[in-house]
């Protein structure tokens, strides 16, 4: 079953009695309580034995390709069918915490400004943070860093704002149709048709909508792709596996790879043979699931016109019909966790000094390193971030525009913490662990990042110890190395297209998601100059490897201007907008001022007066 647009627009809750566009088309907004809702509802799922053809499949539903279905949607109208296929389902509590910084903000507001809004109506907003010696924890002098969001504002017509990574997501899938975005479906094979010569990249694309073939062995004759993906039920999407992200955005393989998955003598070994096996699944080595090995009632073909790949740095689409590439383990692991006031209550401790008195409601972190090194750059490195983390609704704004009190009037009660080290001092801590923390069972990562960071001050080791191991993530990063920057590494030629993690994965360094933003607001502008088809998608390589290369081989301290000169087309007119404007100009200055309106309600209620004190 379908479901159907409502036929008069709902009201938002930015602005009283208007609507916001979403869309290539005027649609109803859906306000933060309603995605939350969405959120909850059973997945449209296809029916048993389904083929289902469409013109665009985006398989992954991270930010990129929720972001670059939005951007590719609103340039090509809603007579072309897109789907989005992702194996998690649309909740969770866990993983990263990302920033979202100017340049991103800008990609998203040059798709649909309505959602850069709701981004910073349900952002965490950082008033600053504080660095501390990782071992005595006393508070380094001179290092504290303020942010001055207004006036960040005023310079860049945008200011960072922070966002856990399900949370993105939620807010993005809002910006498309309901039923765009199929949960519940994991991609196990993917192979090129190669469809007759002659067919033009051009030809009219034939308007399937979201209906089952009824032959689906008829000839393939228009579409490209053929996609086999595997039924998921609820617990093999976010909350089944020990994984940040989503496992179409990052596929199992991905999983199997960065975990800490072996003993401790598998550890020691040699990086490619520890942490790489599950590279060689391209050619069917390590893989857990194939499309044989699945019963026919739990799978569904998909056949595109179209493919875009968006399924992260061990992307099944790019090792299937793309170069092959596998990304290079790095010698880092990390771990990420959520900590809520209850946690902290049933475990009999609280807060890390540093964040015990807060005076304020906006974000702030206290970061543990080495003494001497900066935070950012040190060898290892702890970030914990108290913030409010609640229901994003309760951070919304009403729709006189007035700051929401539903999150009460305390400090944020929620936190979200980061460890990183390396490989080396995880294997040392774990010569004296006990065999099941050594052994990489998901439920052990608490306990490895607590035998690793043992020397972390007393009051940060309590406090960390009382996360509940469901809510923590554990990976070893990997990288796609940049002499892979070469012509044809994201595109096949014919109608396959990567971005985000798929095309160029890099350490973390607070870019990954925003060049993921990057790229689907500059792939909608070169689909709306070329149409769908390789001019398209080659021209999108062609216009992007230059800036991956500059903001990779910038360092983290130099590329601020790097970032602050972004700019994008924007793919929507001053019709869309809930709002009587004149022109694109007109409509980019309502979206500042409406930002503008938004972050200053919300500092106002933040009632912050002096910073926290530290040690």
Not at 179 to 205: F, I, M, N, T, Y
Not at 231 to 248: F, I, K, L, V
Not at 458 to 467: G, N
Request: include cysteine.
């Amino acid at each position: 079953m379908i479901t159907k647009f409502p036929q008069q627009p709902t009201r938002s809750h930015i602005h009283a009695n208007n609507h916001c566009l979403n869309y290539a088309q005027r649609l109803p907004v859906r306000d933060s309580r309603e995605i939350n809702r969405r959120s909850q509802l059973p997945t449209m799922m296809p029916p048993k034995k389904a083929v289902i053809d469409v013109d665009v499949a985006v398989v992954g539903g991270g930010p990129a390709g929720l972001a670059a279905a939005a951007a590719i949607q609103r340039v090509v109208g809603r007579s072309t069918t897109i789907r989005v296929f992702e194996a998690r389902t649309p909740s969770g509590e866990r993983g990263a915490t990302v920033q979202v910084d100017v340049n991103g903000l800008r990609a998203i507001e040059a798709i649909d400004p309505c959602t850069v809004h709701r981004l910073y109506e349900q952002g965490i907003l950082r008033a600053g943070m504080s660095v501390h010696d990782d071992v005595t924890g006393e508070r380094m002098p001179q290092s504290d860093i303020h942010h001055d969001l207004m006036s960040d504002l005023e310079k860049h017509g945008h200011a960072g704002v922070m966002a856990q990574w399900w949370a993105l997501t939620e807010i993005l899938e809002g910006a498309l149709p309901p039923g765009v975005v199929q949960h519940g479906l994991k991609l196990l094979e993917c192979v090129a048709l190669h469809p007759k010569s002659g067919e033009s990249d051009r030809a009219e694309l034939l308007d399937s909508g979201n209906e089952c073939s009824k032959n689906p062995d008829s000839h393939d004759s228009g579409f490209r792709y053929r996609l086999t993906l595997q039924r998921c039920g609820t617990d093999e999407g976010t909350h089944g596996s020990n994984d940040a992200r989503s496992q179409n955005s990052e596929s199992q393989e991905q999983v199997n790879a960065t975990k800490v998955t072996g003993g401790i003598g598998e550890m020691q070994a040699p990086a490619e043979t520890a942490f790489t096996a599950a590279a060689s699944a391209g050619n069917g080595v390590g893989d857990e699931l194939t499309a044989e090995g699945i019963e026919a009632s739990d799978r569904v073909l998909v056949r595109a016109k179209w493919l875009i790949g968006a399924d992260g740095y061990f992307s099944r689409v790019r090792r299937q019909v793309g170069d092959g590439n596998v990304p290079t383990p790095l010698g880092d692991v990390v771990w990420w966790g959520t900590v809520y006031q209850q946690d902290l209550d049933l475990a009999g401790t609280t807060w890390p000094q540093p964040l015990l008195n807060l005076t304020t409601k906006e974000a702030w972190s206290a970061c543990y390193c080495p003494k001497g090194q900066l935070g950012p750059t040190a060898a290892r490195l702890g970030l914990i971030m108290r913030a409010s983390l609640g229901d994003p609704a309760a951070q919304a704004l009403t729709v006189e525009g007035e700051a929401s009190q539903a999150d009460g009037n305390g400090p944020p009660s929620g936190a979200l913490w980061y460890f990183r080290t390396r490989l080396e001092d995880l294997e040392r801590a774990l010569q004296e662990s006990p065999a099941d923390v050594r052994h990489g069972d998901a439920s052990a990562a608490l306990q490895r990042v607590l035998a690793t960071f043992r020397d972390l001050p007393p009051d940060v080791i309590s406090f960390v110890a009382a996360t509940p191991p469901r809510r923590v993530t554990e990976r070893r990063l990997c990288q796609q190395g940049l002499e892979r920057l070469v012509p044809g590494a994201w595109t096949d030629g014919q109608g396959m297209v990567l971005l985000g993690d798929a095309a160029h994965a890099w350490r973390p360094d607070g870019q990954g998601t925003n060049l993921a933003l990057e790229d689907a607001a500059v792939l909608g502008e070169l689909v709306r100059r070329f149409g769908l088809g390789s001019q398209a998608f080659s021209a999108f390589e062609e216009a992007r490897m230059p800036r991956i290369k500059e903001i990779c081989t910038t360092s983290y301290l130099h590329r601020a201007e790097i970032i602050h000169k972004a700019s994008f087309t924007p793919l929507w007119s001053s019709t869309d907008l809930p709002a009587d404007l004149h022109d694109v100009q007109a409509g980019l200055q309502w979206s500042r001022e409406r930002i503008h309106s938004i972050l200053k309600a919300r500092l106002d209620n933040s009632r912050l007066s002096v910073h926290p004190n530290g040690r």
